[in-house]
């Protein structure tokens, strides 16, 4: 992660992040009626699933082995609070202890 102060600008390679109050953006969902609430919370889902796929190609590419745990540390460092993924037969469950989502 980069940070560049005299740009204003947080970055990992190509991608650039931002900081925002958790309840800042939480508050905006909690202010929506249904269903607006609802498609709009489904709308966040599906571009952080497809730019965070983005991502995860790029923690593929730089440790194949160990993707998983590198998605679970960007995760932490991004404050998205602590994951932990586990192996279940066939599935990968993935536990978030500390979700700034689910706490706004």
């Given at each position: 992660m980069k940070h560049d102060a005299a740009r204003g600008e947080l970055s990992e390679g190509p991608a650039r992040y931002l900081l925002i109050r958790h309840d800042s953006l939480m508050g905006l969902f909690q202010r929506l009626p249904e269903p607006a609430r609802s498609m709009a919370?489904?709308?966040l889902a599906d571009s952080v699933a497809e730019h965070g796929a983005r991502s995860a190609q790029t923690y593929h590419a730089q440790n194949p082995q160990d993707l998983l745990a590198s998605v679970a540390v960007k995760a932490s460092q991004l404050g998205?609070?602590?994951?932990?993924?586990?192996h279940e037969g066939?599935?990968?469950?993935?536990?978030?202890?500390?979700?700034?989502?689910?706490h706004g």
């Open positions: 919370l489904a709308a998205w609070g602590s994951w932990a993924f586990a066939k599935s990968i469950v993935l536990t978030v202890q500390n979700s700034p989502f689910a």
